[in-house]
């Protein structure tokens, strides 16, 4: 197949580094996407987001005159869907999250009006088993003139498969170059023509099955990921309350030639770990058992490092009697869901700190080195400088492992380590 103009729907964290390699191939491309602001920026040459080396990609792609951006889908020879799939929301805190299609089914949607016999349309959102399917369906109710392939098979008008992301924030750039892709078609033909595009810019393998298969390999391989992280994070509990340096034990046991123990932290976040072992619990919560224990001990490690806030905060005042908590300080280091990133989303982080200043009554600092603004959400906190928050503060809060906080820290106050990097 020939695929000269190519259609990136969500120009997020995925979808613009993507749309970029494709425009650095020399193709043309096309990014939609609904916030007028993102769209705004990149027709710029400039990004919305940070990611090491996306800035001279888009700027380059954009002044060449590959890379355009938009609110309104056009024809394309190829479409990739890479949109966010939130939860549905919950009652209770114990009910199981069911997954929000309604993005996917939104983008469906938009492009159905412009597909043509021939089109490819791929899903690179991380999806429920069944999602692409499900996409394909949405598509044939609104384009009843053309052919799917779960109704006419390899003769289908329109091709359809799968293909997840499976790249690090803060190294997309090289990862979507390097990595294996998994590739889920809904025919053979499907999958080829999926090969087919993505060799435009991959080195690496891409590697043919169906399309179930490749909704359920990324949500396994973050599944997977988030179970050797609650082992971690349950140590780290377990040694706090047997006073055993967590960091230190977990150094020794490593030791070992077949143990490769993972570094406890205060919770998981981002819009994968924490997010796509849902997708597997919520179609079979009776069979899933270690994945969903694995969710609920990472969910509750950020509770957990709450009360060793408010333990610091009663040992401060039996120790200094003539203040009270209004006299407080508190800086929390680190906003992001990793180290060295921009990202809050599903932010462990974000949430301990917003607890925070809701539940004490004195002074409540941020330092978040890769970010110039606070969320809505933390609109009560002060984003400060290092030397700021550690000349000024009571008790340090460490969260997230910036290689600047890895650089220095506080000399004053009561240290709470979350990641080991100062204890």
């Known amino acids: 197949m ?9 120009l997020g964290y995925i979808g ?6 494709f425009a650095s191939h020399k193709k043309k491309v096309i990014g939609v996407d609904i916030n007028q602001d993102a769209v705004n920026t990149i027709n710029r040459g400039q990004i919305h987001i940070v990611e090491p080396d996306l800035d001279k990609l888009v700027h380059t792609a954009v002044n060449e005159g ?15 869907i890479a949109v966010p799939t939130p939860f549905l929301p919950t009652e209770n805190d114990s009910d199981i999250p069911e997954p929000d299609l309604k993005f996917i089914e939104a983008a469906a949607n938009a492009i159905a009006p412009v597909l043509k016999t021939g089109n490819l349309v791929i899903l ?5 088993v069944g999602a692409t399917e499900k996409m394909a369906e949405w ?15 390899e003769a289908s008008d329109i091709r ?3 293909c997840p992301e499976r790249v690090l924030p803060g190294h997309v750039i090289r990862e979507l170059v390097e990595n294996d892709r998994v590739i889920g ?19 690496a393998d891409c590697v043919i099955t169906n399309a179930r298969t490749a909704e359920m390999a990324k949500l396994t391989e973050n599944s997977c990921r988030d179970v050797q992280i609650a082992f971690a994070n349950e140590l780290s509990i377990i040694c706090d309350k047997l006073d055993i340096d967590v960091w230190e034990l977990i150094s020794l046991a490593n030791r070992h030639p077949r143990i490769n123990i993972l570094q406890p932290g205060p919770g998981v976040g981002g819009h994968c770990i924490a997010v796509d072992p849902w997708f597997i619990v919520s179609k079979t919560p009776d069979e899933a058992k270690i994945i969903h224990t694995a969710r609920i001990v990472n969910d509750s490690k950020p509770v957990w490092m709450i009360d060793k806030v408010k333990m610091a905060i009663a040992d401060f005042l039996l120790s200094n009697p003539n203040k009270t908590a209004k006299d407080i300080t508190i800086s929390c280091y680190g906003l992001a869901f990793k180290p060295d990133i921009d990202d809050l989303r599903e932010s462990p982080a974000v949430f301990i700190t917003q607890s925070i200043a809701q539940m004490h009554v004195g002074t409540v600092l941020a330092v978040e080195p890769n970010v110039d603004h606070i969320p809505k959400t933390l609109e009560a906190i002060e984003l400060v400088s290092f030397e700021y928050a550690s000349n000024n503060a009571d008790i340090q809060l460490l969260l997230v492992d910036h290689k600047q906080f890895k650089l220095r820290a506080p000399t004053q106050g009561v240290i709470i380590d979350a990641k080991g990097i100062w204890s």
Do not use: W
């Open 2 to 10: 020939s695929f000269e103009t190519i259609s990136v729907i969500g």
């Open 16 to 21: 613009l580094p993507t749309a970029a390699m």
């Open 66 to 80: 590959y890379l355009r951006a938009t609110t309104t889908p056009e024809p394309a020879d190829a479409f990739l």
């Open 124 to 128: 690179e959102s991380t999806s429920p």
């Open 139 to 153: 598509l044939a109710l609104a384009r009843t003139d053309l052919t799917f392939p779960q109704s006419t098979g």
């Open 160 to 162: 359809i498969a799968h």
């Open 185 to 203: 078609g809904l025919t053979g033909k499907c999958s080829q023509a999926a090969v087919e595009l993505y060799e435009i810019f991959v080195q």
